[in-house]
């Protein structure tokens, strides 16, 4: 399965990607996070469980976030749960309309004769969704963020 969610944001690159890269944040932003508890925390590696919420269906998950800021990515490693192998990665560049965020979800499932009916639930009502969600939410707040710094 291979996902990719994008959206362009007006906001300084650093921001969107500090406020991406901070995981305690997410909950307070973005209303279909539930929660984020940290099992292990450190400045460029966490493990947290995540959770939110698909049209009233609350998910849950384990990952480890590697936040990279050479490359200014943000990646996940899933751990736990349906998802388990999965790996995201945030990216932010540069374009001429402003910041282009990108997510991208690759999973291979581990049982192949399902992989066609989980890429729908699992990667189409369930990632695909949230992904477009947290990326137009992040948006908003971003921006309203930077508009008031500029204002």
């Known amino acids: 399965m291979h996902k990719?969610?994008?959206?362009?944001?007006?906001a300084p690159k650093t921001l969107i990607f500090e406020t991406a890269a901070n995981l305690e944040l997410w909950p307070q932003i973005l209303p279909h996070?539930?929660?984020?508890?940290?099992?292990?925390q450190s400045p460029n590696r966490n493990i947290v469980?995540?959770?939110?919420?698909?049209?009233?269906?609350?998910?849950?998950w384990t990952s480890e976030q590697i936040i990279d800021r050479e490359r200014l990515e943000v990646r996940f490693h899933h751990?736990?749960?349906f998802t388990k192998g999965?790996?995201?990665?945030?990216?932010?560049?540069?374009?001429?309309?402003?910041v282009l965020v990108e997510i991208k979800h690759d999973l291979a499932f581990r049982?192949?004769?399902?992989?066609?009916?989980?890429?729908?639930?699992?990667?189409?009502?369930?990632?695909h969704h949230i992904a477009n969600?947290?990326?137009?939410?992040?948006?908003?707040?971003?921006?309203a963020k930077a508009n008031r710094v500029t204002a």
């Open 79 to 81: 751990l736990k749960a």
């Open 86 to 98: 999965m790996r995201v990665v945030w990216t932010f560049q540069d374009a001429p309309a402003g």
């Open 49 to 60: 469980v995540m959770a939110a919420t698909r049209s009233g269906i609350p998910i849950s």
């Open 4 to 10: 990719a969610n994008s959206i362009i944001m007006h």
């Open 33 to 40: 996070y539930r929660y984020i508890r940290y099992l292990e």
């Open 133 to 143: 969600k947290t990326l137009r939410d992040m948006k908003a707040y971003v921006e």
């Open 111 to 127: 049982v192949n004769f399902l992989a066609p009916l989980a890429d729908k639930i699992i990667g189409d009502f369930f990632i």
